[in-house]
């Protein structure tokens, strides 16, 4: 058991994580109108390289791994889980980007049971079809026509899914820094070649947003960390969605993007099913541990 000090805290962390999330999500959508998407990625990741690089090379073993494979895999899933969340941030509501990131959870009991054989109840499916109900409120609250900007976001919540799972089964062997330092350089590698078809030199203000971004992302990942090592996933994870409120109010501030009925009840629905699907496993930290900012 957790005492009530240790649950607050930890609460607290995740919630601060969410904020520098959501912050980075505002970096992304201002950069955006000057920077490609490649650009975007391939800089966030180089600075969070350099960023994280010091502190992992004080451990001598960080490098030595038995599961390269993993590891690739981990950072290809990631890096496109990446290109697919930012261009939904450059391209519809703020709130609505980090809604079809935050669909993760509901895709991970179908690639655990393929992947990790693991069995999944009743009950989690039934979580899994509420969720779904609540992103088909978001999407098409109109209409039929669906945006390709959401099928793009979505798919990103896949990446998302299977880049967790990854982290799951290299968590078995890896420590927490070995993964951090082989999605970063990998990540940084992966996103040079689309970088260089759509090269462009930033501004100066230009260069001050990615820094923030890279920075953002790194405390925001550090912050969700050590909200998880306070508490398990299992009781924490609704604090998870704190993001949609945060991302709600950056772009009803910031852009007057309006806070509609469809979208609010969606948002419910979703955060409802993450957590319910998140208690599957009470020793699971995946779906409480975005890895893809």
């Given at each position: ?86 261009y ?9 980007a ?10 991970i ?35 039929l ?14 990446f ?7 982290i ?19 990540s ?78 969606g ?14 496993d ?12």
């Open positions: 058991m957790h005492s009530t000090t240790a649950l607050l805290r930890a609460a607290l962390w995740i919630i601060i994580g969410e904020w520098l999330f959501a912050s980075m999500g505002v970096g992304v959508r201002i950069v955006a109108a000057e920077l490609s998407n490649e650009m975007i990625v391939f800089i966030r990741n180089l600075f969070a390289f350099c960023l994280v690089l010091p502190w992992l090379m004080r451990d001598n073993n960080v490098i030595q791994t038995t599961v390269f494979r993993l590891h690739v895999i981990r950072a290809a899933t990631g890096v496109a889980a990446m290109y697919c969340f930012f939904a941030l450059a391209h519809i509501n703020l709130a609505e980090m809604l079809l990131k935050l669909t993760a959870p509901l895709f009991p179908v690639i655990a049971i393929f992947w990790m054989n693991e069995r999944v109840s009743l009950s989690v499916w039934l979580a899994v079809a509420l969720g779904f109900i609540g992103v088909m409120m978001i999407i098409q609250p109109q209409g026509d669906i945006s390709p900007v959401i099928w793009i976001g979505l798919l990103g919540g896949v998302t899914a299977v880049a967790m799972v990854t799951r089964r290299l968590s078995r062997t890896e420590p927490t820094g070995r993964i951090l330092f082989y999605f970063t350089l990998l940084t590698i992966v996103s040079i070649l689309p970088m260089l078809w759509s090269w462009q030199t930033p501004s100066f203000i230009a260069w001050l947003w990615l820094l923030m971004i890279a920075i953002f992302a790194t405390l925001g990942q550090w912050a969700l960390t050590t909200g998880l090592t306070l508490a398990p996933a299992s009781q924490i994870g609704v604090f998870n969605y704190f993001s949609i409120i945060f991302a709600g109010g950056y772009g009803w501030l910031l852009w007057q993007e309006p806070l509609t009925w469809h979208l609010l009840t948002a419910a629905l979703i955060s409802i099913a993450g957590v319910l699907t998140s208690r599957r009470k020793r699971d930290t995946l779906t409480a541990n975005p890895v893809v900012d």
